[in-house]
């Protein structure tokens, strides 16, 4: 049977999947920080070579056209599908959202349609298998929150501005969110204080204190470009609140983590019922748990009092892949949607 790679082109990473006779058959994410350059996505390629030489098609959407690499999105998507076709080569078919897949030569036109509509690969392909489900996808950086209604994908919004004013594009994520984005205040030692804010720690630390955080899913480089063990996470911990990590216990410590990553879930539950209101799904529906936080996802649904169903589900990955093929979602979701 031919097999489709599919690819996600983020601004951080770099996600691909291969599909086969309608099944997840591998899934992988490369770090790719793109804001550095073209370069990086082709080392990211390179990286995934031993995986993609098996694919016999090739489908691809993006993110990454929104990095700070580009003087705008227009021109930001324009370059990636010349640098996807070459490559991929030109018969490479670009995820256009409402519109499906096209051609590089179509896709170039068409910047608006092609530009981060990665949610609505994973929501078409949830569609396919459910009538009814919220799919929440929480990556690095952002939560996609995403309705399906009636055998269709049912978001407000298209675009990032306005998927941000309908509660369905949320800037937070598992990794790469600054802490003082998530918290302006938090407890240590017994008395509430102010954060400092200036990129001193990101929720990686958050969630590696607390133990929550897989180190295969961090891929991009520390705040202070230090290590990522416990006592260097802590040591970045204590500058946000001006302090060294030896001003606290490791309990104290972990107890001022728990308390900013509880107000970042509080902001996606927060996120969730706004777009509930918005477009209803039944309290009987599950929710499709995405991402690198699938397992911070899956607390959400349960606190939602719903069903969790994992993409690899949805993707019917293979048992060898079920993880990342569920943090990989749009890249499978192409793959498995692709020719």
């Known amino acids: 049977m031919a097999i489709t790679a599919g690819y996600d082109v983020g601004g951080a990473h770099l996600k691909?999947?291969?599909?086969?006779?309608?099944?997840?058959?591998?899934?992988?994410?490369?770090?790719?920080?793109?804001?550095?350059?073209?370069?990086?996505?082709?080392?990211?390629?390179?990286?995934?070579?031993?995986?993609?030489?098996?694919?016999?098609?090739?489908?691809?959407?993006?993110?990454?056209?929104?990095?700070?690499l580009f003087p705008d999105r227009a021109t930001g998507v324009r370059t990636l599908v010349d640098r996807l076709a070459a490559l991929l080569g030109s018969g490479v078919h670009i995820w256009s959202g409402a519109r499906g897949f096209l051609a590089p030569e179509l896709a170039r036109d068409e910047t608006r349609a092609v530009a981060s509509t990665n949610f609505l690969a994973s929501a078409q392909l949830i569609a396919r298998r459910l009538p009814n489900a919220l799919l929440i996808d929480m990556g690095s950086t952002t939560t996609?929150?995403?309705?399906?209604?009636?055998?269709?994908?049912?978001?407000?919004?298209?675009t990032d501005g306005e998927r941000l004013a309908t509660g369905e594009l949320v800037y937070t994520g598992l990794t790469r969110t600054d802490l003082s984005v998530v918290a302006h205040a938090a407890p240590l030692r017994g008395r509430n204080q102010r954060l400092a804010a200036g990129g001193f720690a990101t929720m990686a630390d958050v969630r590696r204190i607390l133990g929550e955080l897989d180190e295969d899913a961090d891929q991009q480089d520390t705040a202070d470009r230090r290590g990522k063990s416990l006592d260097e996470s802590v040591a970045r911990l204590a500058?946000?609140?001006?302090?060294?990590?030896?001003?606290?216990?490791?309990?104290?410590?972990?107890?001022?983590?728990?308390?900013?990553?509880?107000?970042?879930t509080r902001e996606l539950r927060a996120a969730v019922d706004e777009v509930l209101v918005a477009t209803p799904v039944s309290a009987v529906e599950p929710v499709v748990v995405a991402g690198i936080g699938a397992a911070i996802v899956e607390q959400l649904a349960a606190d939602l009092g719903r069903a969790a169903i994992p993409f690899a589900d949805i993707a019917q990955a293979a048992a060898d892949c079920r993880t990342w093929a569920t943090r990989c979602a749009p890249a499978v979701a192409v793959a498995l949607l692709g020719p």
Do not use: K, Y
């Open 16 to 68: 691909v999947a291969l599909a086969e006779n309608g099944r997840t058959i591998a899934a992988a994410q490369f770090a790719c920080p793109l804001w550095q350059g073209l370069d990086r996505l082709d080392a990211a390629f390179a990286q995934a070579a031993a995986l993609t030489e098996r694919a016999d098609f090739h489908a691809a959407t993006m993110t990454g056209e929104l990095c700070e």
């Open 144 to 158: 996609d929150i995403i309705p399906v209604v009636s055998g269709r994908p049912a978001p407000r919004g298209l």
């Open 239 to 264: 500058r946000a609140f001006g302090c060294d990590g030896s001003d606290a216990t490791l309990a104290e410590w972990r107890q001022a983590a728990r308390t900013i990553a509880g107000q970042q």
